[in-house]
């Protein structure tokens, strides 16, 4: 921990009150750099020094791969909270509670449409911040619906991954939503839809095993943890130190399970050349597309 926070945050809270003094840095996981938060975001949340990816928020996500930052919200259907009743130390339904008023969203998955490259596309994106991006029904539904309205317009969908895997407190039903997923999105793709796939750290258990492996195309950003179990599980089992940079994106492409690494900077122009050739289209010039101003609507 750094002397800023360990010593001065201290002493600023104990003279002035807790509330009084503003979180305004976000030290680097890569480096331990203390960044302000304008300063990192400006970045696109990359670490300047040794440019170390930290997550994402979703809706800096959409920004950065739609067309001047503008989309189209997609309303998901509801679907049943805790049908199981669940309860560790807390009730599921008091979880889901606290997530939402965290998060400001409805659960841990978000699907938009519109242009990327000019070309109408359709995007899911899983919300770390939300429970750990766990996949429960609600995940699982919006997948689909994201897959079904790709086929019935005949668009690209692309899925942007971060999750710890499967939602333990919806039990089995949870579970099936993998083969859900699987079959949504083979259905798509069978229709023509081409379906590329991003994935961003951690992106590991029931997740990994469903939709985040089947792209036609699959990138994933710099260092990002990509695999079933997690590092600390599979030492564990095995009782043997796995080899360095184990699950990391870059082995993972070596080892042929992805097509690319590309840093954040590069993903936007990356992603609509990869759609045009998908698509048969005209291919852009090579340069790197930012966000610009957002306009965001909603759409049934």
Same mark, same amino acid.
């Given at each position: 921990?750094?002397? %800023? ?27 331990? /750099? ?5 300063? %990192? ?9 040794? =440019? ?10 959409l920004e950065l ?25 807390? /009730? ?72 710890? *895997?499967?939602?333990?407190?919806? =039990? ?19 229709? =023509? ?21 089947? *792209? ?8 990002? %943890? ?15 130190? %796995? ?28 992603l609509v050349r ?27």
């Open positions: 921990m750094s002397w %800023l926070s360990e010593f001065i945050r201290p002493k600023l809270q104990a003279v002035v009150g807790r509330q009084a003094v503003p979180d305004l840095w976000t030290k680097c996981p890569g480096c331990d /750099r203390m960044m302000f938060h304008k300063e %990192l975001d400006a970045q696109l949340r990359v670490c300047s020094a040794c =440019g170390h990816h930290l997550q994402m928020p979703v809706t800096a996500r791969l739609f067309d001047d930052g503008s989309y189209e919200l997609m309303e998901l259907p509801a679907v049943e909270e805790d049908p199981l009743r669940f309860r560790d130390r807390k /009730r599921y339904t008091e979880r889901l509670k606290v997530a939402r008023a965290e998060s400001d969203a409805a659960d841990a998955i978000v699907v938009a449409t519109g242009e990327i490259g000019a070309r109408r596309s359709v995007v899911a994106v899983l919300d770390f911040g939300f429970m750990g991006g766990s996949m429960g029904m609600a995940v699982g539904e919006g997948l689909v619906r994201a897959a079904e309205f790709a086929k019935k317009h005949s668009q690209p969908l692309i899925a942007v991954t971060a999750s710890g *895997g499967a939602r333990m407190q919806e =039990g089995i039903l949870s579970l099936m939503q993998l083969p859900r997923t699987v079959a949504a999105i083979e259905d798509a793709r069978e229709s =023509g839809c081409p379906y590329v796939v991003i994935l961003t750290h951690p992106t590991t258990g029931g997740v990994t095993a469903s939709f985040a492996m089947l *792209g036609d195309v699959a990138l994933a950003e710099p260092g990002a %943890l990509i695999g079933f179990a997690g590092p600390r599980v599979i030492e564990n089992t095995v009782g043997e130190t %796995l080899p360095e940079n184990f699950q990391r994106a870059e082995k993972v492409c070596e080892l042929g399970m992805i097509d690319a690494v590309v840093r954040r900077s590069e993903l936007k122009a990356t990869i759609l045009a050739h998908l698509t048969n289209g005209p291919l852009p010039p090579r340069e790197d597309t930012t966000a610009g101003s957002t306009s965001v609507a909603v759409i049934a």
